[in-house]
């Protein structure tokens, strides 16, 4: 077993994942609440005059732009299976997930700007509900020992948390 002290362990693994994902999270609720004081405040008001277009073109580009997400993330796990390395997995499958990650993103925050731009409460539900989508992609040891399709022994490698990668 590897003592180095700099190299991970499954469990810093998880943990930065968490990390990462808890900041993308915390992210767009911020931005979210924010917005959603500023229009209501009258701080920013609320101009634009194309609201049906704008609605329009978040539901189209939250469904394409999340869509296009899952289809990468999911050719990416068909490809990672291949892979004989669980370090080379555990990389790739963290490249993945913040390719799924940042195409969740982008249409709540566009969502979110439309918001803004519209006072158009219709548009901020479809941005809360595209964050409430993106807090069921919370990163686990079960997802991940799924998404990758990971054989036992792997499993077992990624539920120890002490486990050197």
């Known amino acids: 077993m590897d003592t180095n002290p700099l190299t991970p362990t499954t469990g810093s693994y ?3 994942l968490k990390i990462i994902f808890g900041a993308l999270l915390a992210g767009q609720v911020f ?3 924010v917005a959603w004081f500023m229009i209501k405040s009258g701080t920013f008001p609320a101009t ?9 073109a978040v539901i189209l ?10 289809y990468i ?5 068909t490809a990672l299976s291949e892979r004989r390395n669980f370090s080379e997995k555990l990389n790739d499958y ?15 925050f566009f969502a979110i700007v439309a918001f803004m731009l519209t006072g158009n409460m219709i548009i901020l539900g479809i941005g809360i509900a595209i964050i409430a989508y993106f807090a069921t992609l919370w990163p686990s040891v ?24």
Request: aromatic residues 8%; hydrophobic residues 50%.
């Open 14 to 16: 998880l943990k930065s």
């Open 31 to 33: 931005f979210a609440v």
């Open 48 to 56: 634009f005059s194309f609201e049906k277009i704008l609605l329009i």
């Open 61 to 70: 580009l939250a469904a394409a732009i999340i869509g296009a997400g899952i």
């Open 73 to 77: 993330f999911n050719s990416r796990m």
């Open 94 to 108: 963290r490249a993945a997930l913040i390719v799924k990650y940042a195409t969740t993103e982008g249409p709540s």
């Open 142 to 165: 079960e997802k991940m020992a799924g998404d990758m399709n990971l054989n036992p022994g792997e499993k077992i490698k990624l539920e120890n948390p002490d486990t050197m990668i």
